[in-house]
């Protein structure tokens, strides 16, 4: 069971109007196949739960809250060091298949599996970087041309140093944080948890039925973080606006 401080870093950092959205479908699927979620331990109370917390998301509190919450750089730092590490994983599994099969010392593709379960966790990367770092540097110099000629092994360390740094100073910005921004924090941590438990007991449910299997995704939430990461800039001026300017 995760406790508030774990919810709370969960939450942080979420669109919280990308999970509103995204609860609302949630928990009108939870509504309308309660009957087969039963079977696979997942109650009316989990999705009731779920609607109260969509609730809180939306109210004025919630708001307010949010308007003053500063997303601080101890939250910047762990999404930033969290990109290097992504787009060290990301390199470094385009040079793994090649690698791999002209390299003679018994690794294979199955030494590096899991990297497609790490989401944006911290604890994750962290985990997994730990886990394939003994194979990185058993493949380093091979490796070397994917990074720019740079060693492999010593950019997996400092990727994972950094981020390392990143989540000590995002623990301690959380247990730092006023009442109300917490609680905001901690409501979206457990909206987020309850969406992926549901998105699991639905796919564990209708197991084998794809059209209904893929129901069950957080595919509004994921454009609502891209989004933000990355907004649309403002439009430029068209050919008129340009024309009636000049006239």
Not at 64 to 73: F, I, K, T
Not at 121 to 131: A, F, V
């Amino acid at each position: 069971m995760s406790t508030d401080a774990q919810w709370a870093k969960k939450g942080k950092g979420q669109p919280r109007l990308g999970l509103v959205q995204q609860g609302k479908v949630s928990v009108g699927l939870g509504r309308e196949y309660a009957t087969q979620l039963a079977t696979v331990g997942w109650s009316t109370q989990n999705t009731d739960a779920m609607a109260t917390a969509v609730a809180e998301l939306e109210s004025d509190i919630s708001v307010q809250a949010e308007n003053r919450a500063s997303q601080g750089d101890a939250h910047r730092g762990e999404q930033a060091g969290i990109d290097e590490a992504k787009r060290f994983l990301r390199l470094l599994s385009h040079a793994l298949p090649a690698v791999l099969r002209d390299t003679s010392n018994g690794l294979t593709a199955s030494d590096f599996a899991g990297r497609g379960e790490l989401a944006r966790s911290t604890p994750k990367i962290i985990g997994y970087l730990t886990k394939i770092r003994p194979h990185v540097a058993a493949l380093d110099s091979a490796l070397t041309p994917a990074f720019g000629g740079q060693s492999a092994l010593a950019q997996l360390d400092r990727v994972k140093s950094e981020l390392d740094a990143a989540d000590t100073k995002q623990e301690v910005s959380v247990s730092a944080l006023p009442a109300d921004t917490a609680k905001l924090y901690v409501t979206k941590g457990k909206l987020l948890e309850a969406i992926e438990d549901i998105n699991h007991a639905g796919k564990i449910a209708f197991d084998g039925d794809a059209t209904m299997i893929a129901l069950w995704n957080k595919d509004i939430l994921v454009r609502a973080r891209r989004a933000r990461k990355n907004p649309l800039p403002a439009p430029g001026p068209t050919a008129n606006t340009e024309q009636a300017t000049t006239e």
